[in-house]
């Protein structure tokens, strides 16, 4: 049996749930939560386009030709 968490250690866990239990509730999704993930996967992932659009530039190749020059590269 789990310990339960003491409350004046600072953390707020939810309480314990049985396996699947969250994908059968009505319970809302924090929605608080995922937004500040949501801002920051889509912020990662403009600045790995832009990466690769930079690579693109300075190299001349397109994708399939950078990751077979890396590929080159690793195997020489």
């Known amino acids: 049996m789990p310990q339960q968490p ?16 969250g994908l059968t509730t009505r319970r809302p999704w924090n929605t608080e939560a995922l937004t500040g993930v949501e801002r ?7 600045l790995g386009f832009a990466a690769a659009l930079v690579g693109e530039l300075l190299s001349g190749k397109g ?4 990751l077979a020059a ?7």
């Open 70 to 76: 890396v590929l080159h590269w690793y195997l020489s």
């Open 40 to 46: 920051l996967n889509g912020r990662v992932a403009m």
């Open 63 to 66: 994708i399939v030709g950078q």
């Open 6 to 21: 003491n409350p004046q250690d600072g953390f707020l866990y939810e309480p314990i749930e049985k396996f699947g239990e």
